[in-house]
């Protein structure tokens, strides 16, 4: 039995003190505000991200950094939304759609090897699974704003030191990279990884991870580095140095849409808050992953 929360009305996002009615449990804890629903037996927890403004991008002086990560610029995310605080499980896609594309197959590890178009079949079902629920994938802007929690350096952790191709020891508490996604690997599907350069835990094969395994950001969000890549709402767009007020790249059918984070196979410059990376819709990879939002507070 959940206890009930203190109420904050001049900015909870639960101010009527009730949850909605899809909600199969509701609370706030050490990072904040979370509500969650259940699909048969698999739940899935959302957490409240709050609206504010960060500076998005990476500095020049940032190791790793790509040049399309700047200039930085400051956003203002305005409206406030809820975040899965967990990448999409193999157990949840499994009970929407009732196949498993995933290469590393575990309930509790991450879908992969879903394209972006799958992912929209994908939050349609779930929708009319469990009316008011109104899934969807978070923009490029919102993503980066969740993951960075109000901080503004490389990791949500702090810094970043790259010792190595696949050698970032900042990472290893957060994310499962190229660096430690083997570590003590045991499925069979693991791939191989015996020859990947500059390792910081060397092991024959690795894959991805349990979800919620590594530390999370400072609102209660696991896996937002490494693990799988996540696939966001909208496509690329170009940076400017002027002030943007909740963002979006194109939305065009056929575009290319941002995926971010890195994953459990990428090198160490790739798992950094302001890594953008971008693919066409249809296009699948044991790399790629998501993780659900909702818009409406």
Request: glycine share 10%; with cysteine.
């Amino acid at each position: 039995m959940n206890t009930i929360p203190i109420i904050n009305t001049a900015w909870h996002p639960l101010a009527s003190g009730n949850p909605p009615a899809w909600a199969s449990e509701w609370g706030q804890d050490e990072y904040g505000v979370f509500v969650a629903f259940t699909l048969e037996k698999v739940t899935q927890r959302l957490r409240w991200i709050p609206p504010g403004r960060f500076m998005m991008g990476s500095p020049e002086d940032e190791p790793g950094r790509y040049d399309d990560e700047g200039p930085q610029h400051r956003v203002y995310i305005t409206q406030g939304f809820w975040l899965a605080d967990t990448p999409c499980t193999q157990a949840l896609w499994e009970t929407v759609m009732g196949n498993n594309p995933s290469r590393f197959k575990s309930p509790r590890r991450p879908v992969e090897g879903v394209s972006w178009s799958g992912v929209q079949t994908f939050l349609q079902t779930l929708n009319d699974k469990i009316p008011g629920l109104k899934l969807c994938l978070p923009t490029e802007a919102q993503w980066e704003h969740a993951c960075r929690a109000r901080t503004d350096t490389a990791l949500y952790s702090g810094p970043i030191e790259i010792l190595g191709e696949s050698n970032a020891p900042a990472l290893d508490p957060i994310a499962w990279y190229g660096g430690n996604s083997g570590v003590g690997y045991e499925l069979d599907e693991g791939y191989d990884s015996s020859d990947w350069k500059e390792i910081q835990y060397s092991n024959p094969e690795s894959g991805t991870r349990e979800v919620g395994q590594k530390q999370p950001n400072p609102w209660g969000l696991y896996d937002m580095i490494g693990n799988v890549l996540e696939w966001c709402a909208d496509g690329k767009r170009m940076y400017t140095k002027e002030t943007q007020i909740d963002p979006i790249g194109t939305m065009d059918s056929s575009a290319a849409r941002v995926m971010r984070g890195g994953s459990w196979s990428h090198v160490a410059r790739y798992c950094r808050s302001a890594y953008r990376y971008y693919n066409g819709p249809v296009y699948q990879s044991h790399n790629f992953g998501f993780r659900c939002a909702r818009v409406q507070s």
